[in-house]
């Protein structure tokens, strides 16, 4: 199976939180991140997380981490209309440094 | 200023023809990569590069080529393109040691 792993697709109520997961293989993943792609658009960095972590709070967003069992996620409270797009779970480990990325999430917000 | 810019944003070309994209940091970071994001919006690896050390993901066809003129520069050769080529390519550039890349709005290309 691919390394990184993410569900495609994600439908919510505005207002409500979205909770969008990642599955990893790699233990030795030592930086998580997540990217938001707008249409026509590049990658925006949401947030990240150190594998020393469990959870990190910013604003809206939350991301948990457990180790355990390999499964990285974000949360996003008071969901709305903008955060309409497609996020992208990303790992890089201690060794090369080089982000892989999920298949990435389209999360479509509805009123 | 674009942190991360990359030029043309849109490339239509022919088959077999050869074509660059240019791509610029003012980030002052070390590492600089080259993505591919296919259709199905999946980001794939293709290069990682920084004054030291060039990493290239062996799937990649060797008709592919990065080539750094400098530290702020990583640009993209492609020879004898390919219908199978057209996609979006990103430039990202980051720090080594926390990996955190910022991208540069894409390229996309279309081979017709």
């Known amino acids: 199976g691919e390394d990184v792993e993410q569900s495609l697709f994600l439908s919510v109520r505005e207002g409500d939180s979205s909770v969008i997961n990642c599955t990893y293989t790699d233990s030795s993943s030592t930086y998580l991140y997540w990217y938001k792609q707008e249409p026509g658009a590049g990658l925006q960095l949401l947030t990240y997380i150190f594998s020393n972590m469990d959870m990190k709070q910013d604003q809206r967003l939350t991301v948990l981490l457990n180790k355990k069992d390999k499964h990285l996620s974000l949360r996003i409270a008071d969901t709305q209309t903008g955060d309409s797009a497609i996020y992208f779970c990303?790992?890089?480990?201690?060794?090369?440094?080089?982000?892989?990325f999920g298949r990435g999430t389209s999360l479509i917000v509805h009123p | 200023d674009t942190a991360v810019s990359q030029t043309p944003k849109y490339l239509v070309t022919q088959m077999g023809n050869d074509k660059s994209i240019k791509c610029e940091q003012n980030l002052g970071h070390d590492t600089m990569y080259w993505y591919k994001q296919d259709s199905k919006k999946f980001l794939k690896i293709m290069f990682s590069y920084n004054n030291k050390e060039l990493i290239i993901n062996e799937t990649v066809p060797n008709r592919f080529s990065p080539k750094s003129p400098d530290k702020a520069h990583l640009n993209l050769h492609i020879n004898s393109l390919e219908l199978g080529d057209s996609a979006v390519y990103f430039c990202?550039?980051?720090?080594?040691?926390?990996?955190?890349?910022?991208f540069g709005q894409g390229t996309r290309l279309t081979v017709v």
């Open positions: 990202a550039s980051s720090h080594p040691r926390d990996s955190q890349a910022f």
């Open positions: 990303a790992l890089a480990s201690g060794g090369s440094y080089i982000p892989t």
